[in-house]
């Protein structure tokens, strides 16, 4: 059984920052890409930021130059540092990655709110 467990969320004034972590527990063999998608109500999950697992990062244009992704590959774990965080940012932040135990397939972790107030 694969889980993925976020956690960092809060409340925070626009101009702050946060930091999310999301660990992978459980029968793992390995992890390729892992990931931070939003989800504000109403709108659409998209995706904030990717990560491969040699380091190759990719971030939506919305985040660029505010958020970075990084992973611990010894830990099974992505974060997500945000700075310069605007009320815009204001969602529930979801982990999600590829992994491999019996078979290669996406996990979701719970996700952790994220509220920005202005």
């Known amino acids: 059984q694969v889980q993925l467990m976020e956690s960092g969320g809060g409340l925070v004034q626009a101009g702050g920052s946060l930091r999310l972590s999301c660990a992978a527990s459980?029968?793992?063999?390995?992890?390729?890409?892992m990931g931070w998608y939003r989800q504000a109500p109403g709108k659409e999950r998209e995706m904030v930021a990717r990560i491969t697992s040699d380091g190759t990062a990719n971030y939506a244009d919305s985040v660029k130059g505010r958020f970075t992704i990084s992973r611990d590959n010894a830990e099974n774990t992505v974060y997500l540092q945000m700075t310069s965080l605007k009320p815009e940012d204001t969602a529930n932040y979801y982990c999600?990655?590829?992994?491999?135990?019996?078979?290669?397939?996406?996990?979701w972790g719970q996700g952790t709110q994220v509220t920005v107030s202005s």
């Open positions: 999600k990655a590829d992994i491999l135990s019996t078979i290669w397939r996406f996990y």
């Open positions: 459980g029968n793992i063999y390995s992890i390729n890409d």
